[in-house]
């Protein structure tokens, strides 16, 4: 079965510091997407960054940026310059059938504390 | 622009009692989709729709039901509610972007069922 694995349940990151969350995910398909997706105490899921897996060079979107390995099959996020306002649920989330459907299949969460 | 749109934002059933999660969207989007989001689980996929008319089960069907009788609504019906039930509740929609096909979901605010 496909599978989504975020093995930190939990983070915490000091205001302007750099934090690392990890994702791994298990399959046998060669073209797919990976997301992470961020949830504020609000509840409103929010995508942060996406990375098509045909891709070598890794998405980056302003402080936010990823380590993709495909042959490792690990998907990690990286938070430059940490912000009060980043404190959230991280989901990393992949997405098998390479757009065909939204069936995205979701990891645990890593609930991030940003510390002042 | 509304976005997608969930109503209701919390309820309370009893057991055995059957209710509706309404979704909407005004973006036209193709695809929709209903998550459930349980503490430690992240979320799971309940049902799904590439299209008006076209509907299918993902990873914990049971006791759920939906239809897509028009490419806006996608109502998320419970038939006979049960403890097990109490979650939070994302519907999405999303549709292909560009040349990558990568699929990006759009989620609504959530809905928070107890079952009693």
């Known amino acids: 079965a496909q599978t989504v694995t975020q093995s930190q349940p939990e983070m915490s990151v000091q205001e302007a510091e750099t934090v690392t969350l990890s994702c791994t995910y298990d399959t046998s398909e060669s073209d797919y997407y990976l997301f992470w997706y961020k949830q504020p105490p609000s509840r409103q899921m929010i995508l942060v960054i996406r990375?098509?897996?045909?891709?070598?060079q890794n998405a980056t979107e302003n402080r936010f940026s990823v380590n993709f390995q495909k042959a490792a099959k690990s998907f990690s996020l990286k938070i430059s310059d940490s912000q009060l306002g980043d404190a959230a649920m991280y989901f990393c989330a992949y997405d098998p059938y390479g757009g065909a459907t939204n069936k995205l299949i979701f990891g645990t969460g890593t609930l991030l504390a940003v510390q002042p | 622009n509304a976005g997608v749109t969930q109503t209701p934002k919390f309820q309370v059933l009893k057991t055995g009692q059957s209710m509706t999660l309404q979704c909407a969207q005004d973006?036209?989007?193709?695809?929709m989709s209903w998550y459930r989001q349980d503490p430690g689980m992240g979320l799971r996929l309940i049902h799904y729709s590439v299209g008006a008319g076209i509907t299918d089960q993902g990873e914990v069907p049971n006791g759920y039901n939906v239809s897509r009788s028009t490419t806006e609504d996608f109502p998320l019906r419970l038939l006979s509610a049960a403890p097990s039930q109490t979650s939070v509740y994302f519907c999405?929609?999303?549709?292909?972007?560009?040349?990558?096909?990568?699929?990006?979901?759009?989620f609504g605010a959530g809905s928070r069922l107890t079952v009693l």
């Open positions: 990375q098509e897996a045909y891709k070598q």
């Open positions: 999405a929609s999303s549709y292909l972007q560009g040349i990558s096909g990568a699929n990006v979901l759009t």
């Open positions: 973006m036209n989007h193709e695809y």
